[in-house]
């Protein structure tokens, strides 16, 4: 009796074991640009809900230059809160910068020529992406 007992609490561990080491190998680490892309949106969804109308225009601008170099980055609510900045910012220069912005992350391709964003010049960033806006609707 006591070596049917033994054999069968042995068998439970070996079971238990290999499904804890299979399950192991079944987790995929993520990877860079799964981090970039989860940093990227905890960040700007909170810094573009700040009061602060220069944080907001720098992470407009940040958001546009991502999705232009990194199109297939999803960016989860960051377009529905870009939006609403469109709709119903006090600001009227935060209103039209949100509107570039929610039309680069539409259609990142079609921003590809606007590679150059520079974040240390954001006036001249802004006038290329709505230069590009201009010549999409044209």
């Known amino acids: 009796m006591k070596t049917a007992y033994a054999l069968i609490v042995l068998a439970g561990l070996m079971l238990f074991t290999c499904g804890t080491a299979m399950s192991q190998t079944s987790i995929v680490p993520p990877t860079k640009q ?3 892309a989860k940093r990227i949106r905890e960040n700007c969804l909170v810094a573009l809900r700040t ?7 720098a992470v407009l601008l940040l958001v546009m230059d991502v999705k232009i170099r990194f199109p297939e980055v999803v960016l989860g609510d960051i377009p529905k809160v870009i939006d609403s900045l469109a709709a119903s910012s006090p600001s009227v220069s935060i209103r039209y910068k949100a509107l570039l912005a ?3 992350c539409q259609s990142p391709e079609s921003f590809a020529n606007c590679k150059k964003i520079t974040l240390e010049d954001r006036e001249t960033s802004y006038r290329m992406i709505a230069a590009c806006v201009e010549e ?3």
């Open 34 to 36: 799964d981090i970039f």
């Open 51 to 57: 009061n602060n109308n220069g944080v907001v225009e």
């Open 102 to 104: 929610a039309q680069v």
């Open 136 to 138: 999409k609707l044209l």
